[in-house]
């Protein structure tokens, strides 16, 4: 049973546009969403989070929406670059648990020149 | 500081062979996670440690696995009698703080396993 799910397996962007990476839940008890990036060879890094009380958060380039009602987060990256070519994996927690953190299968994201 | 390490970072080994897996987490972390990572899918939770608590071992697949950590450092996690199933990344990860909010988890490079 897939509790996180991010149904495009790769998405294809050219530079200087919008990059939008989609994720769905269906467990109503996440209360905690986080999306890490992750290049071949090397362990997943932090990139941003968001909780249940708000629905946006805003780094920079990054911006993640939550719809807690359509159980549904997205990550916008604004302008696109190069170098946000990476697999991108949403992941969603409980922040009173143990914090074993579910991750969706990873969208790979490819930044064209 | 350093970041999280794992070691090998590579393993190829005989079906029905024992391994074993490495991590040292960022120090003075107090948490310690271990992720799988199969080919096309996300990270699957495997075990959690937390200070001097019981571990979370809920996400362990089978009796053949198993994980140790001492104190607050390094964690082993040991596959017995190894499948092919058992092919994967594995990735550790550590975080500071948990239970208070939200808190990140690090993760380091990963062991990839390769059971032939």
């Known amino acids: 049973d897939q509790q996180v799910k991010q149904n495009s397996p790769s998405l294809s962007v050219q530079e200087g546009r919008i990059s939008i990476l989609n994720c769905d839940y269906t467990?109503?008890?996440?209360?905690?969403f986080l999306w890490y990036k992750k290049y071949p060879a090397e362990g997943p890094t932090f990139l941003i989070s968001i909780s249940s009380i708000k629905d946006k958060n805003e780094d920079g380039r990054f911006t993640v929406f939550l719809n807690k009602s359509a159980k549904h987060l997205s990550l916008h990256i604004v302008p696109s670059q190069p170098g946000d070519s990476a697999v991108y994996f949403c992941?969603?927690?409980?922040?009173?648990?143990?914090?074993?953190?579910?991750f969706g299968q990873g969208t790979r994201l490819t930044i064209n020149p | 500081g350093a970041g999280v390490s794992q070691s090998p970072s590579n393993k190829v080994t005989e079906k029905g062979k024992d391994v074993e897996l490495r991590c040292d987490p960022i120090s003075g972390h107090t948490a310690l996670y271990w992720y799988r990572q199969r080919l096309g899918q996300g990270l699957e939770f495997l075990i959690y440690f937390q200070g001097n608590s019981a571990p979370d071992k809920s996400g362990l697949p089978s009796d053949r696995f198993s994980a140790e950590r001492t104190g607050e450092s390094v964690s082993t996690l040991t596959i017995q009698r190894t499948q092919q199933e058992d092919s994967a990344v594995y990735l550790c990860?550590?975080?500071?703080?948990?239970?208070?909010?939200?808190?990140?988890?690090?993760f380091g490079p990963g062991t990839r396993l390769t059971v032939l």
């Open positions: 467990n109503s008890m996440f209360d905690y």
């Open positions: 992941a969603a927690g409980i922040i009173q648990g143990a914090q074993k953190l579910v």
């Open positions: 990860a550590s975080s500071l703080r948990p239970g208070r909010g939200t808190d990140t988890q690090y």
